[in-house]
């Protein structure tokens, strides 16, 4: 029976380039010794209109399975979620693309689900074109904490010398100080220390937290929040032996590389993480949802439709988000007690160690 740990890859809005960086991705036959990758979709409707000229290894070639169950190891697989002759306008998003999205990832979060699967990758999708009756979530890290009944998650970026985590997710600007509580602060950040002990292997993690206001509310002239909500929890962490420091300035944090002095920084929301992070990162940031049961990455980056169907999108954080994930099953196992699924150390994506 094979070692290799079996990942999931669903394939994300049609229309954008997630089958096209999942393609070229999957080119690179070397990945095969780290994972069994299982595409979730028809590799016919996902693959066969690249342009033969530009593609620079041999043809890529997939075992079709109506299963997970019965997937080749060591190979691609593609699973198939649907039968449709989808006819598709790279960059152009319709409801058949969004209706893709939702199959592919509903079918992958299955059978992960199921212990068919050992980890989730999944390629862009469209928060608006993806929704329905059935899914209603503004991303896949709030459809996952759902389906796999998970009471709080945390959307954390990582490349090999950066992790960003943020304590607010997908919403709008002014409701964040409303969500702020001491109790969601001290939840985030015990799945971010849990996360960083179990899932990257870092015993004794130093975590920095920034403040939400400009200067981190200057002693209250700029804002409570600091004062009210932050630094209690940090001083709670803090007084039970966890390495948890600030609140910090975001931008004097990042502007005098700060950040290298901690294993982990929690932004207190979206764009106060993001930013910093893409703009150090991009081509090597991956997603990953911690306080999940199950490993779940993705690439840093949208659907990019004003890139679909030109074959030049830049497939860097899709493999970092495959290798990444490869390391973190492997690490999990090790932390669990468990004996390694992947034998040596795996490539420079996502490497923590």
């Known amino acids: 029976m094979s070692t290799l740990p079996r990942l999931g890859i669903s394939v994300g809005d049609l229309a954008g380039i997630g089958p096209e960086i999942i393609y070229k991705t999957l080119l690179d036959s070397r990945l095969l010794k780290y994972c069994t990758p299982v595409v979730y979709g028809t590799a016919t409707v996902l693959f066969d209109d690249f342009p033969a000229d530009k593609q620079q290894s041999a043809p890529l070639t997939f075992r079709q399975v109506r299963s997970a169950a019965d997937i080749d190891p060591g190979k691609p697989n593609a699973v198939t979620c649907w039968d449709e002759d989808y006819t598709l306008t790279p960059g152009q998003p319709t409801a058949a693309s969004g209706r893709a999205a939702r199959e ?21 999708i469209s928060k608006e074109n993806t929704q329905s009756d059935e899914f209603r979530y503004p991303g896949h890290t709030e459809f996952l904490t759902s389906f796999f009944d998970a009471p709080e998650s945390l959307m954390l970026l990582a490349s090999e010398d950066l992790r960003v985590a943020t304590a607010t997710g997908h919403m709008a600007l002014k409701d ?10 001290t939840t985030k ?24 206001n400009p200067h981190a509310g200057e002693k209250g002239l700029l804002g409570s929040e600091e004062a009210d909500t932050v630094t209690p929890v940090i001083e709670q962490l803090l007084s039970e032996g966890h390495l948890v420091y600030g609140p910090f300035p975001a931008d004097g944090y990042f502007g005098t590389s700060q950040y290298r002095s901690f294993d982990a920084t929690l932004a207190l929301y979206h764009d106060q993480g993001l930013i910093p992070f893409k ?8 997603n990953f949802t911690a306080g999940l049961s199950v490993i779940r990455t993705s690439p840093d980056h949208g659907t990019a439709y004003g890139l679909a169907g030109q074959f030049k999108a830049d497939e860097t954080s899709f493999r970092e988000a495959v290798y990444m994930a490869c390391d973190l099953i492997r690490q999990r196992q090790k932390y669990a007690g468990l004996k390694p699924l992947v034998p040596g150390p795996a490539p420079r994506g996502g490497r923590t160690e």
Not at 104 to 124: C, F, N
Not at 176 to 185: C, D, F, N, S, W
Not at 279 to 286: D, Q, S
């Open 104 to 124: 592919s990832l509903l079918a992958a979060a299955r059978d992960l689900k199921a212990g068919l699967l050992d980890g989730l990758v999944t390629a862009p």
């Open 176 to 185: 964040v100080p409303g969500r702020l509580t001491k109790e969601l602060l």
């Open 189 to 212: 950040l015990r799945i971010l220390l849990k996360s960083l002990k179990g899932d990257f292997g870092i015993d004794k993690p130093r975590v920095a937290v920034l403040g939400l």
């Open 279 to 286: 703009t150090i990162a991009f081509e090597r940031g991956v």
